[in-house]
């Protein structure tokens, strides 16, 4: 065998151990093994990202370096290793995180995790790009544990993107530490990409998930101790500001306390925030049902945020859709009422999940009704009432130019689709009153998983969603 194949055979041997479990000390097992995740980093001012993994209750002493590809010859990038104990369900388990700072962008980083001089695991990743070409994946509604699950992972790292954004519910239903490790790392952490076992996405590219309301299900520690995981498991920028409302751990002080000393500083400030990768900016914000998206402090630091970034592309993404033409879910239509203020500040695409299949809307815009004290009236039912303009000249093929926002939906990414009988049929997509639905929807697929492929080039922005099968089901092209 070439030196190079046993290097190759060597590192899978490693990762696949280490995914399983098993031993590599005496007593200790990686229970879920190492994965990239961005860091606090939003601007591209600086990089770096963080490796996370998940051992039994038997504590290690680690090491983490980065090598530059481009430069064996430089200094390894040496990782800060700190690590929190958890004491959850009757078990101890230690959380390790290693954040290699300093890195250059446009960038490969091959990296290895030791236990003393024990090789764990080995990878490698990307640094953001500073170019105008950026390509990554979008969905959500996903970790269910289902063999649509593993086949949409599988074609995500045949797509090859820098990242994936993740549009809420990333597990069910509750969004615990032992769903995550059963229902989620899994798919993304396979050791060998296959259409029935996932594919090793995360140990490669960053995720940057947002809150759904499964994940804030287990808000109740007393009830759910390894509730609300999303902020074990995830290092994101922390660039936004804490709104009056937010996602809140209940319980018994002494649980909330150690949660919040556990998850500390991304609890829970880690709810909302944005970053740029390439000329891409994106704004990441919670839409559940405790949010107010009007919050003043939160408004200000979106407007600020979007109106600093010199990104060719903004793009706004939450979990709960403002505009969907599925019969489930209707109703919740809180953020319609950030309509205004996106399309003041330009925004190109708002992504959702939440509703589970793929629905793109044509450009539009959205004016919502207000009440006698000139405040937007959200009625008891939860709908938001408005004026509608839409813009039926765009097609996205010959004519690219939209006048208004494109509002996606990617909730196909493995959870049981909704509303099958809807798919591809326009006059099934109708619903209530003109004030409060309008013909907006120009694609809608819910009979097969898929997830989107967004590709910039410039001053050029490719969507494509993809099927659990491989094939190109929707695709358009916006220019400016």
Same mark, same amino acid.
């Given at each position: 065998m070439k030196l190079v194949d046993l290097k190759t055979a060597i590192r899978v041997i490693i990762f696949f151990s280490a995914s399983f479990g098993v031993i590599v000390s005496p007593a200790q097992h990686v229970i879920i093994p190492p994965y990239i995740q961005p860091g606090d980093v939003s601007t591209l001012t600086k990089e770096e990202k963080v490796v996370i993994w998940q051992t039994d209750g038997v504590s290690g002493t680690y090491t983490v370096e980065a090598f530059l590809d481009s430069d064996?010859? %430089?200094?390894?990038?040496?990782?800060?290793?700190?690590?929190?104990?958890?004491?959850? $369900?009757?078990?101890? %388990?230690?959380?390790?995180?290693?954040?290699?700072?300093?890195?250059?962008f446009d960038e490969t980083y091959s990296y290895k995790v030791r236990l003393g001089e024990r090789p764990i695991s080995a990878g490698s990743f990307a @640094?953001?790009?500073?170019?105008?070409? @950026? %390509?990554?994946?979008v969905f959500g509604d996903c970790g269910i544990g289902s063999p649509h699950q593993a086949k949409i992972a599988y074609r995500v790292h045949q797509q090859k993107p820098q990242f994936a954004l993740i549009t809420g519910d990333m597990v069910y239903s509750f969004g615990r530490e032992a769903e995550y490790r059963a229902r989620f790392f899994?798919?993304?952490?396979?050791?060998?990409?296959?259409?029935s076992r996932g594919a090793p996405l995360m140990n490669s590219i960053p995720f940057y998930m947002l809150l759904g309301n499964h994940d804030i299900y287990s808000s109740n520690l007393d009830k759910h101790p390894d509730g609300l995981a999303y902020f074990y498991y995830n290092d994101l920028p922390l660039n936004a500001p804490i709104p009056a409302s937010t996602v809140k751990a209940e319980g018994?002080?002494?649980?909330?306390?150690?949660?919040?000393?556990n998850t500390s500083p991304r609890y829970p400030k880690m709810a909302n925030f944005s970053f740029d990768y390439g000329n891409v900016h994106i704004t990441c914000l919670d839409a559940n049902y405790y949010v107010n998206p009007l919050d003043p402090t939160l408004i200000e630091w979106l407007i600020n945020d979007v109106k600093s970034s010199k990104a060719d592309w903004k793009i706004v993404a939450f979990h709960h859709p403002p505009f969907n033409s599925s019969p489930t879910h209707y109703d919740y239509q809180l953020m319609r009422v950030l309509a205004p203020v996106c399309e003041e500040l330009g925004i190109d695409v708002v992504f959702s999940g939440h509703v589970h299949n793929y629905q793109r809307s044509v450009p539009l815009k959205f004016a919502p009704q207000k009440n006698r004290s000139n405040n937007y009236n959200i009625l008891e039912s939860g709908r938001v009432?408005?004026?509608?303009?839409?813009? $039926?000249?765009?097609?996205?093929?010959?004519?690219?130019?939209? $006048?208004?926002?494109?509002y996606i939906v %990617?909730?196909?990414?493995?959870?049981a689709l909704y509303d099958h009988q809807i798919s591809g049929n326009p006059e099934?997509?109708?619903?209530?009153?003109?004030?409060?639905?309008?013909?907006y929807t120009s694609k809608l697929i819910s009979d097969i998983h898929s997830f989107t492929m967004v590709e910039t080039d410039g001053k050029k922005l490719t969507v494509k969603q993809i099927d659990i099968e491989g094939n190109t089901i929707d695709s358009i092209l916006i220019t400016k």
């Open positions: 064996p010859t %430089s200094k390894p990038v040496v990782g800060k290793v700190t690590s929190v104990k958890l004491d959850l $369900n009757d078990k101890t %388990s230690y959380i390790y995180r290693a954040t290699l700072e300093g890195l250059k @640094t953001r790009t500073k170019t105008d070409k @950026t %390509s990554f994946a899994p798919y993304y952490l396979a050791p060998v990409a296959s259409p018994s002080s002494a649980l909330v306390n150690t949660f919040a000393r009432n408005g004026k509608f303009t839409l813009d $039926n000249n765009f097609d996205g093929i010959t004519n690219t130019k939209p $006048n208004g926002i494109i %990617s909730g196909a990414g493995g959870a099934k997509w109708k619903k209530g009153p003109p004030d409060n639905w309008a013909p």
